[in-house]
Every structure is written in C-alpha cells, then in structure tokens.
C-alpha cells in the first residue's frame, strides 16, 4: 500500500485535484455518521473511518462523497439512492469485488468515480452502461480482466486509468469508442508488445493528447504502426521503464508520423546518446524532451540534429564528462537546458570551446553543480540571447573572478546570474563589466575576503538585486563600494561583514537611494553611525537581527541612542532580534507611520516608555518572543496593536496583576489577532497565585475595586458629551426652540383664537406689506388676481381716510386672513416696516399660527438679514408659505398657483 501511495503521489498530474483532497475529520460520537464524518460546502468526507457502508444519515443534496480508505466489500446501490444528486463518488482503497450495473443507474449524474486499489477482478460492458455522463474513472490497481467492450459507452470520458492491473494487453477494445477521451494511463502493467491494432479503439477520438506507460517493465517490441491510430498524441511518458537506445531509437520512428510534443524518458537507464537515437523525431515537432536521472554518460556528435523544434532539454542528474561544439548541434530553437548533477557526483565537465554556439536561441542556462574544469573567453560564446545562467555550487579551478570569466557573455541579454557556492574567494575589479543588462546577481555562500572599493560591480549600472550573503564576514565596504549599482534594489550582506565596517563617516550605502530591502543579519556589528541609513528614503525592508548592538539605543551610550531610523520613514518592515537589548529610547520609531512588521525577539526587553510605539499606526505583526517583558499596559501597546493581525509575545515572565496585565488579558479576548500558542507560551511568573499558569487563566473579576472608577469614567464622559451636545444645538437652533416654545404657551394658556377655527369671516385674504419701490410690482402681479374669492388690503388703497395709520395696520391686520411680505432690500431697509409692521405680524404668527404669514422673495434675501430687519427665519413658517417670484416668464403661472394655495390655508396648525 506504502508503494501503491507514493506511485500516486508521484504521478498525481493524472489526477484532478478532488481526488487527493486535504480534510479535517471531527469524531465526536461513533453512533452517529453525522459526527465523523466532515461535512462542508456540499462534501462529504467519510474516509478512514473504517465504514463497512454508505451511511444514509449525511444530508441527501450533497454533491460529492468520499468513501476511500474503508473497509467496504461492495457500493451497493441502494445505499447510493438517496444520493441521487452526486457528482463526485470516491470508494477507493476498499475491498469491493465487483461494480454493480445499478451503481450509475441511481447515480445518474455522476461525474468521476474513483475505484483505485480494490479487487475489481471481471468489468463487463453492462458494469458501465449507465454511466454516460461520466468523466473521470480510475480503475487502477484493480486486476482487471475486461470482458467484451466495458468503456463503448462511456462517450463522455475524458481521463482513463487503468495502470498497475497487469494488463496483458494495451487494447481495451475491437470497436472504436471513447471519443472525448484526452488522457490514457496504461503504466505498471505487464504487456510486452504494441501491437498495430491496440490503439484501434481510439481511432475516432480526436481529443486524446496524453498517454502514459509509465514503468512499463515488460514493454520489450513495438509493432510497425502502433501509435498511428492516435496520430493526434502530444504527450508520452515512458519513465521508469529500463529501456535502452535500440529500444528508443524504435519509439522514435513510431512517433514520427503523430503529433508529439512533449517525450518523457525520466529513469529508463539510457546511458548513451548516438547519432540515430532521435533520427525517427525529425519530423515530429517535440517541442519537450526530459532525459533526467539516466546517468547519461556520452552524447555522440549530433545526437539532437533532428530536434530542430525542440525548446527544452532536460539532462538533470547526468554524468556526462565532455561537451563538445558537436554535442548541441542542430538545437538552434532550443531556450531551457538543464545540465544539472548531483551533489555527491565527483566527476567534473569539460566544455570545450564554443560547445554552446548551435545555441543561439537558448535563454536560460541551468549548469547547477556540474563542476565545469574551466571557463574560458569562449566557453559562453554564441549565446547571444541567454537571460539566466546558472553556475551555483559549481566550484572554480580559480579561486577568484576576473575579467576575464564572463568575457563570453558580452553579447548576450543576461538578467540572472547565480554564483552561489562557486568557492570564489574574490572579485576582481571589472569582473562583470561586459554584462550591460544584468538585474540579478547571486553570490552567497562563497568565501570572499577583501574591500569593495567600487570597481568589482562596475558596468552594472541596471542590477537590481545583489545577494552576498553566508560568506566569511571579511568583506569591508568603503563609502564607493556600491557606486557602480545605482539602480539597486535589494542587498543581502548577512553573514559576511566585518564587525567594523558600518563604524564610518560616510555610508557606503548613500549611493543606493533607489535600495528597497536592506539585510545586515548575522554580522556581529556592534557600532553605527547615526547617518548609516541616510539617503535611503525608499528602503522598506531592514534585517539587523543577530549582531550585537546591545549599547545602541541605551541612554547612558556614549553621545545618546543612535536615532539611525530617522532617515528611513518609509520603513515596513524591521528586524532587529537576538541583539542583547534591554532599552528602547522613545524617539526611536518616531514617525514609521508606514511600518507594518516589527520584530524584537530574542532580546532583554522589560519596560517600555509609554509612548515609544505611538507612532506606529500601521502595524500589523509585532515578535516580541523571549524578552522579560512583565507588564503590558496600555500606555504603551494600545496603538500598535489597534490594526495588529498577528502578534508574537510567547516565553515571556508575565506579571499578572491588575496594573500589569488585566488590560492585555481584556485584549486578547476580543481581539481578531492571530496569537499562536497563547495557552502554551503565554505564562504567569507573578504572584504566587498564577505561577506557571497560562494568563488566560486570569480572572478580571480580581480587579472588581476598579468598577466604580470605570462607571464614574463612564458618566462622567456621557454628561459631558450630552452638555456639549445640548449647546451646539442651543447654538444653531434655539431660536426655532424658543419659537414652538412661545406657540405651545399660548395655546396651552388660551391666548389664541385657534380653538375657535376660522369660523369668524374675514374681510381679506391677506394684508400686504411691501416697500413703496415695490408698489408698481405690486399693482401688475398681485392686483390682476383678486376675484370674488381674493381679496388683498392694499394700504395706498384700502386705507380709511381719517383712521390714524397705527389703528388701520392694526385692525385691517386681524380682519386679513394671511399676512402677505413682498420681501426685497428695500423692505429690509424701510423704518416703519421694521418698527411697527412686523412686530405686529410676529404677534399675528404667535396668537394665530406660524401659518398666517406669507412671504414672498423678489430677491435673493440671507436668512441672516432676514431675520435681523424683520425677525423672521424660513424655518420659522411652512413650506408652502414661502414663495420665490421665478425669473422665468413660463413659472409665472405655477407661482400664481402656489400663491392661491398658500394663501387658501387654514392658519390652524395640523394635528
């Protein structure tokens, strides 16, 4: 079963991704199906619960059911009939002898379905003749013996397996069938020839792509014409199967007349390439040809001559010793070539000169671990278009690079290049001048000892990323080591500096300003200088974790913490873990208002200033891991962790009293945040009473003598607010206040008429008060509308001769149903409206109603003068009482409309 898993796993491109599926089983209670086995989104995993059946308690709409690993003799399909709806059914792994002809009747759906590794031993055509809509079947593992044509029905299947069932033959059928089928697995089965017929059943399947006879042991003879009824065929893997050139050479004149495009040949013992092996793929257009974990050992002179097509060439795990111009012959189309060895491979590559000219299309280059004898001016030459280059643990024969090493690749568009583990113990000036283009070079993990005094990176004015990490901390940087990258992007240094190179004047980084990633780690540097980071502006990554600047941000240091964080307000991430340090001076994360990951882990950190994180409002994973932290007050951790997602504060010595910790505790209930391991790490070491118990076993209700404060702190700030409230309002809108103040006094008093209703008759409908510049406006819009039922009091008119002025405003004022303002600037400014005529139309609006006036707007009058000249506000009157005379002649109409309404209202306010 070990094996039958790993082949599974090994070859799981096969499978789709339902099939091996992660799941989370719940086992609560063994009586109940419902309880073991998970269900969620439609699925039903019952896998390795040793089930003997299908349970029929699981919810009867689910889509797909896993039964793998069990122990069932049989799916009967009467316990499926309650699953009509299945799509996906998986009873692999079991004991099931046969496959009942109702399975896919009560199934009718059904999509794929898994029989992997049971005792299938008979499949007859009835077996499967309800299964029309199916997919996906996989009858691996299942000693099958096919009686009649079991899959001519099955016209929807697109993927087959039926590998590891010793197979005595690769013909599943007489009758063409399948024709949507695009992938056949026939490995780990016994046939020992292909015959010309085999494949006869798929001639009518125009989709089949992919065949796979992986470790097909026994395969020993191909008959002329195997392959040529699936001439459409683009993948065939054959890995595995011990097989030889001659054998090879056969394979590849059978696949001269398909479609092939990707030849698998991983582990089948070829040892030697000849001239003829692929002379039967000359007109095939294999675009993919994995030769890896052969021990190939010799590659005759054009051996790929006939690969004109071919784009990537696998050759990992060789043991190839020579490569001469002849060996990559004819591969002018190729772009990948993987010439990888294996670690404990001692044997080393001679390359001779130009060995890489035939490929002028080749873009990357894998030579990992080859041990090349030596590189010389023309060992790259004619590789033109190459972009990565590959020379990792690929130990030198001269221990320096020099001007000379990659002189060959002046011509090419090189972007990557990796020099780890290459035993280098130097970089001489011009090293990499000739490599224009280059963006990416990696140089960790070698032995470098010397100054960068600037020369080594000259002419690589468009690197991005410099890796010279892991070497032997003996690399000084001077303030011009870094001139001739301007561009870059990204710099690892750890492991590599001496411990004083940072102690300087002038930073080597200042040339950098583009530098987004910093990484100083594991460099034992115990001094820098304020100034260190300076320039660097756009840096967001900053690694100084495991050195030893323990004296750093003391106060007692000597001229003060280094503020060296000042320069970098950009930072988001900073690392500074396993440094010794036991103080954090207040201003040292002054405005990272960007920074979102801070780490100080490993260190002796205990009290905090209260404000030392409060301009960390960004911050989304705080480490603060195996410190002596005791107390986590407020004061101090409220805003970073206001927005926090993950925080890291385990192994530390807890004091969990009420002033150190009741606050964290109320925290981590009802916070969000990712805490791991907060009831294993997170420990009380104060009092007594909690030592060597998880804080979370705090109990808040200790600190019930601090619940009066916190309820007067809650009064106290509501009274506050409701009084800051009430005189905003009073602000803004006590006049309205006072206004239906004065109204519901009167009415509650009887001061006014309005229980009476307007039974009295009134003599007018409405007195109009206007300024005498706006009488000739009066006379042509207001006048023309009076009929039997309008009537206005007009002053200049109306007036009683002989009546004092102050008795005939006064009486005709109570005998008008409304009061009627022209408002213009020219009232707002007459003295005898504001004196006399208002005041006793505001009586009117407060022993009547706020309906009873009338305004009109010939201009456009502030609220603020309106009320200052008149003492009237628009608030103060209805709606529709409020009128604006339209400039626009086609609106008059709908004015004198308004007008009429507003005038015909009762002056009783609506209950």
Partial sequence: MIRLLEMLQMHQSFYPAWVIPVYIIIAVSPHQCMATCNVQNGRADCSHLRLSS??????????????????????????????????????SYNSIKNLDVDLCRNLPQLLTLNLMHNEVRLLKREDLSHCCKLTWLNMASNRLKLQGEPFSLLKNLKYLDVSMNKLQSAMLGTTPQLPSLETLNLGYNDFTTLKTNDFSFLRDSPFLQKVSLISSMSLENLESGCFKPISGLRVLSLDESRKGSLFISALCTELSGTAIDFLSLRKISLLKLTSQTFSGLKETNLTFLDLSSNSLSKIEDGSFQWLSRLQTLNLTDHNIG???????????????????????????????????????????????????????????????????????????????????????????????????????????????????????LFLDRNFIRQTFLGKEFEGLSQLQELHISNNTQAIYLTPESFVGVPNLRVLTLAKSLTAETLNQDSSPFRPLSNLTELDLSNNNIANIRQNMLEGLENLRVLKLQHNNLVRLWKQANLGGPVLFLKHTWRLEHFTIDSNGMDEIPIEAF????????????????????????????????????????????????????????????????????????????TWLNTTNATIPNL???????????????????????????????????????????????????????????????????????????????????????????????????????????EDKDCQFFLENRDSVSGMSQLESIVNNMRRSRKILFVVTESLLKDPWCRRFKVHHALHQVIEASRDSVVLIFLQDVHDYKLSHSLFLRRGMLHQSCILNWPPQKERIPAFYQKLLIALGMTNRLQE
């Fill in 54 to 91: 299908i349970p029929q308690d699981l919810p009867s709409n689910i889509t797909s059911l896993d039964m793998s690993h069990n122990i069932m003799t049989a799916a009967l399909p009467e316990s499926l009939k309650r699953y009509s709806g299945l799509l996906h059914l998986d009873i």
């Fill in 322 to 440: 020579h490569l001469t111009n002849g060996t990559f012959q004819g591969l002018n189309m190729l772009k990948t070539l993987l010439l990888l060895k294996k670690k404990d491979q001692k044997s080393h590559l001679l390359v001779d000169d130009f060995s890489f000219q035939p490929l002028s299309n080749l873009e990357s280059l894998i030579l990992q671990n080859t041990a090349l004898v030596k590189i010389t001016e023309n060992t790259f030459k004619g590789l033109t278009r190459l972009k990565k280059l590959d020379l990792s643990w690929n130990p030198q024969t001269e221990r320096q690079l020099t001007d000379k090493t990659f002189v060959s690749l002046c011509d090419s568009q090189l972007k990557t290049l990796n020099l780890n583990g290459i035993a280098s113990a130097g970089i001489k000036p011009g090293s990499f001048s000739c490599l224009k283009n280059l963006s990416f």
């Fill in 590 to 665: 002054r405005n990272l208002t960007h920074l979102r990951e801070l780490s100080l882990s490993n260190n002796l950190l205990n009290n905090f200033q209260d404000s030392v994180f409060d301009d960390l409002t960004s911050l989304e994973v705080l480490r603060l891991e195996k410190n002596f932290i005791t107390s986590v007050r407020p004061e101090v951790f409220r805003t970073p962790m206001h927005n926090l997602s993950l925080l890291v504060m385990g192994k530390n010595t807890f004091d969990c009293t009420c002033e150190s910790i009741l606050w964290f505790v």
């Fill in 679 to 785: 009831r294993d790490q997170y420990i009380c070491n104060t009092p007594p009473l909690y030592f060597n118990r998880s804080i979370m076993d705090f109990d808040p209700l200790s600190c019930k003598d601090m619940t009066p404060f916190q309820v007067l702190y809650i009064l106290t700030s509501t009274a506050v607010l409701l009084l800051m409230c009430s005189a905003f309002i009073y602000r803004f809108h006590g006049w309205r206040i006072q206004f239906y103040w004065n109204i519901m006094i009167n009415r509650i008093l009887g001061l006014s008429d309005a229980r009476l209703g307007e039974g009295r008759e009134f003599e007018y409908d409405a007195y109009v008060i206007h300024a005498e510049e706006d009488a000739r406006w009066v006379e042509r819009r207001l006048v023309p509308l």
